[in-house]
């Protein structure tokens, strides 16, 4: 009978050690894992307050970079890959002494049933360079009523 008590409160012993280690280990982790988070938080704040020192060291300019487009537009009709479309050719031109990222040609489309919004990203521009564009802009199979063309650029990438 003592044989037994005494492997009962020996596996007791064992089961308190096993959770109290394990929520010793849970508690590290957990502090450990703070403690990372910690530190890219603050890495990530020092890398943004350099980035924003960059910045002005550079002297880059506020607003959006001067994209001009020379394009033409031509409705198309009875197309083997699209029933209707715009044919649109031309040029886009970055027109600063900068570079321009992120060009993007936007085209909103008016449809009988609304509008249809079209992007073709151009990617990074330099200072007055001129990019060939020639491309088929859909609406989805709609007949196009009209349509706008627009640009956006960053000076940042």
Avoid at 46 to 63: K, W, Y
Avoid at 85 to 99: A, H, I, K, Q, R
């Amino acid at each position: 009978m003592e044989a037994l008590a005494f492997m009962r409160s020996w596996f007791v012993g064992l089961v308190v050690c096993g959770v109290v280690c394990l929520m010793v280990g849970v508690a590290i982790g957990e502090f450990l894992g703070a403690a990372k988070v910690a530190a890219l938080e603050k890495s990530n704040g020092e890398l943004h307050e350099r980035n924003i020192e960059l910045q002005s060291m550079l002297d880059v300019p506020a607003g959006c970079p001067p994209i001009v487009t020379r394009l033409g537009a031509k409705l198309m009709d009875n197309g083997l890959r699209y029933r209707y479309y715009l044919w649109v050719t031309g040029e886009v031109v970055n027109n600063g002494s900068l570079p321009a990222f992120n060009v993007t040609v936007l085209f909103s489309l008016r449809t009988p049933s609304g509008s249809v919004l079209r992007a073709v990203n151009m990617g990074t521009f330099g200072p007055f360079q001129v990019f060939l564009f020639r491309h088929e802009i859909d609406a989805e199979g709609e007949y196009i009523e009209s349509w706008a063309i627009t640009t956006k650029a960053s000076y940042l990438p």
